[in-house]
T-cell receptor, first 114, second 117 residues
């Protein structure tokens, strides 16, 4: 079946602008995660959704970052007033909590802040 | 605190050599999961294996094998007879099974493997 999809695949923006990144999880997966990967580094956890609620937002780096999920499906990560240090690949993963603990990742959105 | 250490930043081998990627983890939980993911140049993370803390049996899948040793908190990954297509960054990750039930992954910094013809 279809995997996790993310859009856009690439986003170039100017410092100070807002951006929205979208994640479509695998159909039926109730758990959804956002991670950030800076160039040459490992992944950092940002936020976790179970259904439409986010019980763990501990990885969001500042109040400029927010995320929401609707219909237990699509999630949007919003970064306000982007800064150059926000440049990274943002990866989304989903997991079917009922049957497996494995997270399946999307291709990521590469964000470049000029 | 949870932590995953991949001490090897980069490894370079010639095709057909065997190579082992090291992973050492720290956790206070008795129930946890360990993972390996592959990130080829295309960037997408590919799931390779999941192990739970109660199952120390080693696993082999084709040219890939994994050695899980709780006594040394290690979960090493060996590729036998490496091929150029194995060139990628490999990440080891830890998730605590029942700490809040969230299962967020804690990643190591990754090991870049380059296999040369």
């Amino acid at each position: 079946g279809a995997g996790v999809s993310q859009s856009p695949s690439n986003k170039v923006t100017e410092k100070g602008k807002d951006v929205e990144l979208r994640c479509d999880p695998i159909s039926g997966h109730t758990a959804l995660y956002w991670y950030r990967q800076r160039l040459g580094q490992g992944l950092e956890f940002l936020i976790y959704f179970q259904g439409n609620s986010a019980p763990d937002k501990s990885g969001l780096p500042s109040d400029r970052f927010s995320a929401e999920r609707t219909g237990e499906s699509v999630s949007t990560l919003t970064i306000q007033r982007t800064q150059q240090e926000d440049s990274a690949v943002y990866l989304c993963a989903s997991r079917d909590r009922a049957s497996t603990d494995t997270q399946y990742f999307g291709p990521g959105t590469r964000l470049t802040v000029l | 605190a949870q932590k995953v250490t991949q001490a090897q930043t980069e490894i370079s081998v010639v095709e057909k050599e065997d190579v082992t990627l090291d992973c050492v983890y720290e956790t206070r939980d008795t129930t946890y999961y360990l993972f390996w993911y592959k990130q080829p140049p295309s960037g997408e993370l590919v799931f390779l294996i999941r192990r739970n803390s109660f199952d120390e049996q080693n696993e082999i899948s084709g040219r890939y094998s994994w050695n899980f040793q709780k006594s040394t908190s290690s979960f090493n990954f060996t590729i036998t007879a490496s091929q150029v297509v194995d060139s990628a960054v490999y990440f080891c990750a830890l998730s605590e099974g029942f700490s809040g039930g969230y299962n967020k992954l804690i990643f190591g910094a990754g090991t870049r493997l380059a296999v040369h013809p």
